[in-house]
């Protein structure tokens, strides 16, 4: 259903001062967002105000702008829903709930509509098309109702999780606007890097958890903390009333964990930052001050964020540490380089794996060798590849391919996961050791800010000198056997 909604010529601003003032000069090229927001525990719901600066970065003039509706994956008769049946279960944990968001009005537009394939969508019409190389500005006041659900953005048992619970601007190409769905399996955010001012407003009684620092001050039984970071791809927030806070620097930042029900925080503490001055060391230098990492009630092991990591509650302490070293390794394999998470996946995902056996190789109190870890990934795909072609008549083992494609949490895991972790050490079995970490070090220093391709990623172990290509090509379009 298509909601369109003409805008009176004389409306009034929405929002009186609210803008970048209180951060540093933006870049031109990038996006900026201002947002006002309050979290009300009573309506389990966010009412916001956001003003938008939209460069047109692509090559043809624009009509209109569009945004992604993240939160409209958790309304009633969604078609793509945000878990598949599998953790469903686990997820829901007070049975079915529904979020969505609602826009209530927008200043600087001729009108909006919702649309997209799963009412995903937000496209704006400006007044008059917007060339390339200039920019638009936007107000809109929103709501955003939070389901209870054990997800990136939920109302859990313990903590609420605030993630994409604003419009985000959609991925735009050099021919226009890109729009994605939100299937169960995998993360379909293709995030551009964009300069971000926040006032988030909540009770006392929480505390608002983001990566990045936030000046603090409190009235009236509210909270409000205020959050300005430049050059960032999305800001997430988790609140909690019962957090213990452990701290200590790494790699020039400070990291903080902030957990309620794990048994030994200090080794939690001690992995993230023994993680993040590895990948510091071998890839290229963090690019943040701070670096927060979050035990929240979340259906799957963790999540990244920059700046920022979620790690389930429901995590054994033995599985800890693979997920610590995996989220914080996305820093790098998201936060600083991103790719198109939607189209392949494997880029950041297998990536992010993988690093995570090289620490372990390189850290081995953890009781996790570099052969165990490669080699459970071995016998999963080999397990995925089994059983797909004895019940289906064959396995899809492609690699490049939308998150749609994916049959489900199974295939997306043994594909994007542990086929990456497999690609990466014939790679580096391939060309050496030397020559791999400097592919790395120079994918990680030239496409920081940028959504690199896969043909970029593979440009970079190509320029060792080593004829790696042909490697990349067999295993992304399945015609390698394993």
């Not at 459970?376 to 396995?395: C, D, L, P, V």
């Not at 049959?407 to 060309?431: C, M, P, Q």
């Amino acid at each position: 259903m298509k909601k369109i909604i003409c805008l009176a010529l004389g409306a009034a601003v929405l929002f009186g001062g609210l803008g970048l003032s209180g951060c540093a000069k933006p870049r031109a090229t990038r996006a900026q967002y201002a947002i006002r927001a309050e979290y009300s525990a009573e309506t389990e719901s966010l009412a916001a105000e956001m003003t938008v600066s939209v460069p047109n970065t692509s090559k043809v003039s624009l009509g209109e702008l569009k945004f992604q509706l993240w939160a409209n994956a958790y309304r009633e008769g969604a078609k793509y829903k945000p878990v598949s049946e599998l953790y469903a279960h686990s997820a829901y944990y007070y049975g079915s709930s529904y979020g969505e968001i609602e826009i209530r009005g927008i200043t600087g537009a001729e009108s909006f509509e919702i649309c997209g394939e799963d009412e995903n969508i937000l496209a704006v019409k400006l007044a008059s098309p917007l060339a390339p190389g200039k920019s638009a500005e936007i107000s809109l006041t929103f709501e955003t109702e939070i389901p209870r659900i054990n997800h990136r953005m939920g109302v859990t048992r313990n903590t609420v999780n605030l993630a994409n619970f604003y419009p985000a601007l959609c991925y735009l190409a050099e021919d226009g606007y890109r729009e994605y769905v939100y299937p169960p399996a995998g993360d379909p955010f293709v995030s551009e890097t964009a300069d971000y001012e926040i006032e988030l407003t909540v009770p006392s009684d929480y505390t608002a958890v983001c990566g990045f620092s936030a000046e603090e001050s409190e009235q009236d039984g509210k909270r409000t903390y205020h959050v300005c970071e430049k050059g960032v791809r999305d800001v997430a927030f988790v609140l909690g009333k019962n957090f213990t806070v452990h701290k200590q620097n790494a790699a020039g930042a400070e990291i903080s964990y902030y957990s309620y029900a794990d048994s030994a925080p200090e080794e939690t503490l001690k992995c993230a930052a023994e993680s993040l001055a590895f990948y510091a060391e071998k890839f290229s230098d963090y690019i943040f001050d701070t670096y927060a990492v979050v035990e929240t009630d979340f259906v799957y092991g963790g999540m990244e964020y920059p700046a920022m990591s979620l790690v389930s509650s429901n995590l054994r302490q033995s599985e800890r540490p693979a997920v610590v070293a995996h989220e914080t390794a996305h820093q790098w394999w998201y936060s600083a380089v991103g790719s198109n998470q939607f189209e392949c996946a494997w880029q950041d995902e297998g990536l992010a794996e993988y690093s995570t056996a090289l620490f372990f190789e390189a850290h081995p109190d953890y009781g996790v060798t570099y052969s165990d870890f490669v080699g459970e990934s071995e016998r999963s795909y080999r397990a995925y590849f089994s059983i797909y072609s004895q019940t289906k008549g064959g396995a899809n083992t492609a690699m490049n391919r939308p998150l749609t494609q994916f049959s489900g949490d199974y295939e997306y895991r043994n594909i994007a996961y542990d086929k990456g972790v497999i690609l990466f050490d014939r790679v580096r079995e391939t060309i050496g050791e030397k020559r791999f970490y400097a592919a790395l070090k120079k994918y990680a220093e030239t496409y920081r800010g940028e959504i690199a391709t896969p043909e970029q990623l593979i440009g970079c172990f190509s320029k060792t000198g080593s004829k790696i290509a042909p490697v990349f090509l067999s295993f992304l379009e399945g015609k390698c056997v394993i």
